[in-house]
């Protein structure tokens, strides 16, 4: 069968590969219907991570039913499902309370569970390729009505539209609050979405890709385009001077010290790494700036990039003039303008001063993707309208070069093998 297969930085090709095998009593094998280049990808694609040529790029799909093994219970041949971009087992206590991307079976000992495409473990179920193994299945398949109705909008269904609406869970977002989204890839554009649907009175959202800022001010979002200044000053001059309620990040970036499975840290959002107004000089601090300076105070913000691994706690106390990773911890009320001076330095101060929660974590999407499911089966969400391409695999060489060089409105390209 036919797979996208990475064969170094900014280079993937079209190859046969052996189609899955069930090897395990709870497996399904799916025929993928479609299935879609995701922004993460593109840390791969990059040569950002450890990633070694030969794998199988994708961990967004949904198929067709094509085999099942014999412990599986609630599927059966024929049924149309579309599976979370996280492995998880659906029975430790991580997954029983409905944290489902730290499942302690599939990843013991590690951050979060298992991407779709990344490990050697689950390497059959990587997506883009024509079948896909699905370990867990009972859990992992979410079973979808049949037919082909909605199928551009149950595929996003794999990660971008759940990972969203956790980043505006993740900010205690209330109806009729203000939110800003930093970042209009496909993953912001979802969180702008979710809050529109969750009844914010205003969303803002920053980017700098008059396509993206196209799609955000088409669904009703108030688009800031932060090569024209400051993305803060932009937003409060619009509000009379006001801080928004919360604030979701929706890009990101990765230092150049990969973790053991080729990461630094998992990452949430599915943005882009974030720049300066230029668009070309990386900046790893310039978003979460932003967000502390924007929100006003004794609020959540939430940073969905996994750019900052100290704040996360990943088994590290932070310490005051101690840098972890590229990030300087430092207790003193310097100013953001101050700090920004100072490229990759993260000062706590502002934070403390403003009383601010920082919410992260990778997506639970079995805890959203059923009830998001019935939002668009009901015609009450439509989160499609992100979605720029419909191609067949055999184009997948020239959609990532696009994709990834943010040309001729490549916003997010859905794949039919």
Known sequence: MRAVVYEGPFSVSIKEVAKPVI??????????????????????????????????????????????????????????????????????????EGRSAFCTVVNPGFVSSRYFAVFATFSSSSAYREYIRVPFADFNALKLPPGTEHEEDFALLADIFPTGWHGVELSGFRAGESIAVFGAGPVGLMAAYSAILRGASEVYVVDRVPERLQKAKEIGCVPIDFSKGNPVELIKALRGGREVDRAVDGVYSLNSSPLKFGFDAYLLAVGYQATTGDGKTEKPNV??????????????????????????????????????????????????????????HFYTGKLFEKGLRIGTGQCNVKAYNRYLCDLIISGKAKPSFVVSHHLSLDDATMAYDKFDKRVDGFTKVLLHP
């Open 23 to 96: 090897t395990h009593p709870d497996d399904i094998i799916v025929r993928v219907t479609t299935t879609c280049i995701c922004g993460s990808d593109l840390h791969m694609y990059e040569g950002r991570t450890a990633a070694q040529a030969g794998i199988v790029f994708g961990h967004e799909n949904m198929g067709i039913v094509d085999e099942i093994g014999s412990g599986v219970a609630l599927l059966k041949k024929g049924d149309r499902v579309v599976m979370p971009f996280n492995v998880a087992c659906g029975r430790c206590l991580n997954c029983e």
């Open 287 to 344: 978003v979460l700036e932003a967000l502390i300076d924007i929100v006003v105070l004794l609020v959540v913000l939430v940073s969905q990039g996994y750019t900052y691994p100290a704040i996360l706690g990943r088994q590290i106390q932070l310490q005051p003039g101690v840098i972890y990773h590229s990030l300087l911890v430092s207790n003193s009320l310097t100013s953001l303008k101050e700090a920004s001076a100072a490229d990759g």
